[in-house]
């Protein structure tokens, strides 16, 4: 009986793998494929960032640089008002965005595990703020910038604006410093709290003078992040900074990011050699910003690995 | 109660406020969305707008069947180029590159994700589409859905790559152990043991690759042509449907709501909520499978 059984198994088993030469020859084919994949990838970036840093080098020069947009359709002129415009935005968004991110962040992570968060409320609030922050990261920009549009565009009567484009810019930027800031706060190793707080400290003396410098850097790393979306962001941009191409004088005038620049050049004027020039712009800059944040999380681990 | 105590308390107001925030955001986002496109549910009815594919302002017409056709075909494009290319690059970069080509690599496709979406649709628009016109097809534009479905691809490849490699680096290693102890070779190691472990986790990155594709816009818009008309095979070879133009319920709403004004405008909320509802369901899924996930691999401890 068991002999039978056994015979059984041994023919099922010859029947259904292969030998292992076979097996190796399989690997050998579907490890050569995934090799293929991972060239191809690295292929396409030098593809599309080639293409655009040479095709683009060409029209990139001094004058292109500081000199203003001629405007209406003619796509000539420089870009000067443009990169001034996307670092003031830059700024203004993170401006709006930052404390507010890196509070809710503090809040949702240092307060939420607290003995006297018993409080039914605020568990749940805690809960719904934590689904909410990961909805917004989940919503398209054309959305936010659809509510930008009819919030503050039209509803507060803030115009296509600076001031409108900045605050949907910051809900699209909030849930990316949140979660940063998160990852950066659960980093930090339980011990430093303690030590303050035994030392006398109050929870608030423990945050901003031990937790917060702590995690610095990985705050940093969400704040450059933000930097980089609000740079090649357009969707929101497009429906709320209203596309002037001159430089605006105060937060309620109208004005456009490189990005948008790009976009009406390519799109209206037809000029795709200027619109290339901005795109290795962009480019270069969403390169140096890759360049940091790297930099950053190397040190980050390298000190990890000290301490322990 | 000393100053420094009341600092304290104050300061967890402060940070209780903020937290509330993002819960506020969401809510305002649904709520102005929803109110502005009510007046348009109302008057051109839910079957009209959901079911009818003519979009002519002018003359009252808002049906958006054509841009939600528009939508699903091309996310459906991206997702056949890109997802095979994606999970490999996800495989490569977990279980066989090298250390030295993974830090290549991996740097590679976070680069590709913070390209900006407008340099992606001038490189369709100046390389891919004049490349497409060369088909010799009675209605070719070069613009249209394989256009944007391949720009769509490269797009969405890093996000379904990270998210999918760190499903695939998040199985136990002692699974690879035991399944290479059993005289397993490494490639059947990973598709009998790694990848049905990290199911959940994979499906979860093509999920969120979806919602990321539904999402795009100006990319969109650059390259699928933005006609509003329902795509269809332009000869009797069905292939050609991807060479049909097409308009997505994004560039709909981004090309046209600057002028829109009245019942206009309120049909252009509405595809704002359609397009919001799509991507809700879809990201509400992802979280459901990898949550749920999570609690049956528990159950097995």
Known sequence: MIGERSSEITLAHTAKTRNLKTEHRVQKFWFSLMWLFGLITVLILILVIGYVLVQGGKAVNWELLTTPPKGGLSG?????????????LVGLTLLIATPLGVSAAVYLIEYAGEQSLSSKFLRTMINIANFAVETLAGIPSIIFGLFGYVLFVSTLKFGFSLLSASLA???LVLPTIIRTTEEA??????DYRRGSLALGATKWQT???????????????GIILSVGRVISETAVFYVTLGGS???PTSIMDSGRTLALHLYYLAMDTRAFDKAMGTGAVLVVMIFLINLVINLISRKLTAGVRKVR | MSGRMIVDKAVKVVLFASAIISILIVLAIGFFIFRESLDAWAKIGISEMLFKSVWRPGQDQYGILAMIVGSVSVT??????????????AIFLAEIAPAGVQSIVRPAVQL?????????????????????RKLNVPGNSGFGLLASSIVLAVMILPTIASIA??????????????SLALGATKWQTITKVVLPAGKSGIIAAIILGIGRALGETMAMIMVIGNSVIMPKPLTANPLTFFLSQARTLTGNIAVEINYATGLHANALFATGVVLFALIMIINASARWIITHDQRSSEKAR
């Open chain 1, 185 to 190: 706060l659960l980093a930090v190793p339980d």
């Open chain 2, 112 to 132: 590709l994700a913070g390209i900006p979406s407008v340099v992606y649709g001038l490189f369709g628009l100046v390389i891919l589409v004049p490349m497409i």
């Open chain 1, 169 to 171: 810019g910051a809900c």
């Open chain 1, 76 to 88: 000539e002129g420089g870009i000067s008002t443009t990169i001034a415009t996307t670092f003031y």
């Open chain 1, 245 to 247: 191409y001159r430089l």
């Open chain 2, 76 to 89: 459906f494009g991206a997702i056949l180029m890109g997802v095979p290319l994606a999970l490999g690059c």
């Open chain 1, 207 to 221: 945050l901003s003078r031990i937790v917060l410098p702590a995690a610095m850097p990985g705050i940093i790393t």
């Open chain 2, 165 to 178: 490699e760190d499903a695939i680096r998040a199985v136990p290693e002692n699974y690879r152990q035991g």
